[in-house]
């Protein structure tokens, strides 16, 4: 078929209609793509928000739980702190306080020091249980007691022969002062109280 003029421009003019209509809903598709695209830039800031909060989250714990072990550790050095000096209170309350009483010999050799503290006077009994005067002491030293810083160390008589021998003891219910060192300071009998033992001893 010949196409006339007329015809011809009918046609491009269709031509363009569809082409214009085309291009309109291509646009139409792109502009629709930005919109997409905001929506998943918002939903990425919003993980990166939550994934933030959550690192906080964790720091925050951790920190506590420094926090935590930092008392911790302070509250054990603080006991420790405690037990040291209550020790070494107790050891100047010891060295304060020298010993004295009535005792037997192997409490005063586990510890002669203890007992000499300040030039307190230390008094050795040779006592035997078959002596009559031995017994009475012995009662009297054990219900009444010893003046205050006097030491009275009961020795076995019939036993203790090394001790006899050092300090020539010949007969039971002697009494024998001696120094820190354990020289001889003095030796006598016939006494029963501890005010009496007390009275014979160097520098009363």
């Not at 040291?84 to 100047?92: L, R, T, V, W």
């Not at 001696?178 to 033992?197: F, P, S």
Request: net charge negative.
């Amino acid at each position: 078929m010949t196409r006339t003029p007329v015809t011809t421009i009918a046609a491009l003019a269709t031509a363009l209609v569809l082409a214009s209509c085309g291009s309109t809903d291509a646009g139409s598709g792109d502009e629709a793509s930005p919109a997409s695209t905001s929506e998943d830039m918002a939903s990425e800031e919003m993980d990166d928000e939550m994934a933030s909060e959550d690192t906080d989250d964790d720091m925050a714990s951790e920190d506590m739980d420094d926090d935590m072990a930092s008392e911790d550790m302070d509250d054990d050095m603080t006991s420790e702190d405690d037990m040291d000096e209550g020790e070494e209170m107790d050891e100047e309350g010891e060295q304060a306080m020298p010993m004295s009483g009535y005792v037997d010999h192997g409490a005063y050799a586990a510890d002669p020091a203890a007992y000499h503290q300040d030039g307190q006077p230390v008094v050795l009994f040779f006592h035997a249980d078959w002596c009559p005067d031995c017994r009475a002491t012995d009662e009297s030293l054990t219900t009444d007691g010893v003046p205050e810083g006097l030491t009275v160390v009961k020795v076995d008589y019939d036993t203790m022969t090394d001790l006899r021998q050092t300090y020539g003891v010949t007969q039971q219910h002697t009494f024998v002062q001696v120094d820190a060192e354990g020289a001889e300071l003095g030796t006598w009998t016939g006494v029963t109280t501890g005010e009496e033992i007390l009275a014979q001893t160097e520098g009363s």
